[in-house]
């Protein structure tokens, strides 16, 4: 069963959802620290260049499936333009002012 973005107890995490489904890069890149760090499948990655190939240049959007560790954690079933849909885990460092300092994202 999906849970809706607006429903994700972690409100960065939300808006990170939110972000990504709305093609929003301004506001996506408003919700990441500076210095944000990120991997995909255990590997460190350029997150600027990451981000464009996977989210907003492909039409990346997430279907969330479930949440953990207060909404820090998501599986979620990950569609773009380049690799289709596949199962994903995401998990989120947010900081004390709310930003998201890395986050990691994997096949689940």
């Given at each position: 069963m999906t849970i809706q973005p607006a429903k994700l107890s972690e409100p960065a995490v939300r808006a990170?959802?939110?972000?990504?489904?709305?093609?929003?890069?301004?506001?996506?890149?408003?919700?990441?620290?500076?210095?944000?760090?990120?991997?995909?499948?255990?590997?460190?990655?350029?997150?600027?260049?990451?981000?464009?190939?996977?989210?907003?240049?492909?039409?990346?959007?997430?279907?969330?499936?479930?949440?953990?560790?207060?909404?820090?954690?998501?599986?979620?079933?990950?569609s773009n333009d380049t690799w289709g849909e596949m199962r994903t885990k995401w998990n989120f460092t947010v900081d004390d002012d709310g930003r998201i300092s890395r986050f990691e994202t994997g096949q689940a």
């Open positions: 990170f959802v939110h972000a990504v489904n709305a093609h929003d890069r301004e506001g996506f890149m408003s919700l990441l620290a500076p210095g944000a760090t990120m991997a995909d499948d255990g590997l460190d990655r350029d997150l600027a260049e990451w981000t464009d190939r996977e989210i907003f240049s492909s039409h990346g959007h997430m279907e969330v499936d479930n949440e953990s560790d207060g909404g820090r954690t998501l599986l979620a079933r990950y």
